[in-house]
């Protein structure tokens, strides 16, 4: 029980990554605050859920809710910024909308949410921030993700600046580097890829991973909590990644 008695803010939480969150830290002990767009997610409101439709754009949305939320519970230790989009668009045909709604959505919400749970954060003794960057962009890319990949790189720029200025409030900042996860998302790149058969993408994001599938959400859940718990105490400004060993390759030709 690592999160036992800790409340959690976490993003996104209604499907894909953040669902396996939500799902692992309540496994642990936490509370938890979902902050997400999808209409229905207040339905999972219960005893260890406390559920928002808030649009992250919007500071002032985020403000209501957790001002709400922090009257409920009366503490909050834990903000996990998982919520995000991605859609495959080549740069050069790209839309101002899309680029925005990338930037606006990954960057700001990040930004947004963050700045707003601080003010709870820092009434508490360990507070952490756990941000969702990603390989796509710091480490690796594919084409029709430059928008992504350039959002994912600033959230990773985002943990380790934030963490060295929270370092003396004594709150840890630090970010999860997924690879492919078997999310919704993951789906619809997938459809938009080959609509016709999403599912022989899938297949082959799999074939060439060393591991040979795509991370379950729960997977990432566990290392959320890890990163959000005193067993990394001493972990701070990092970019953990969890791929399933899709970056280890050198080549796709070398080796016996």
Not at 48 to 66: G, M, P
Not at 211 to 230: H, M, N, Q, V, Y
């Amino acid at each position: 029980m690592k999160l036992e008695s800790k409340v959690a803010i976490i993003t996104g939480g209604y499907k894909g990554i953040g669902r396996g969150i939500v799902n692992v830290f309540i496994k642990y002990g936490a509370k938890v605050i979902i902050l997400d767009y999808d209409e229905n997610v207040t339905n999972m409101n219960n005893d260890n859920i406390l559920a928002y439709k808030v649009d992250i754009r919007n500071i002032n949305e985020i403000e209501s809710a957790l001002k709400d939320a922090y009257n409920k519970v009366g503490k909050i230790d834990i903000l996990v910024n998982n919520a995000g989009v991605c859609n495959l668009v080549p740069f050069e045909t790209m839309s101002e909308e899309i680029k925005n709604h990338h930037f606006d959505i990954n960057i700001n919400g990040v930004w947004n949410t963050t700045k707003v749970a601080l003010n709870y954060l820092k009434k508490e003794e360990n507070s952490t921030i756990v941000n969702l960057s990603s390989v796509t962009g710091p480490m690796v890319a594919d084409p029709g993700e430059v928008a992504y990949a350039t959002t994912k790189s600033a959230v990773l720029g985002f943990t380790k600046a934030l963490a060295a200025e929270l370092a003396n409030e004594k709150i840890r900042v630090n970010a999860i580097m997924p690879g492919y996860v078997r999310t919704p998302l993951v789906e619809k790149m997938a459809e938009d890829s080959e609509p016709n058969n999403p599912e022989n993408v899938i297949n082959g994001i799999a074939s060439a991973i060393p591991l040979k599938r795509l991370a379950d959400p729960e997977e990432i859940g566990e290392l959320a909590a890890f990163l959000a718990s005193t067993e990394s105490s001493y972990i701070t400004g990092q970019g953990i990644v969890i791929d399933g060993g899709s970056t280890l390759p050198e080549t796709s030709v070398m080796g016996v």
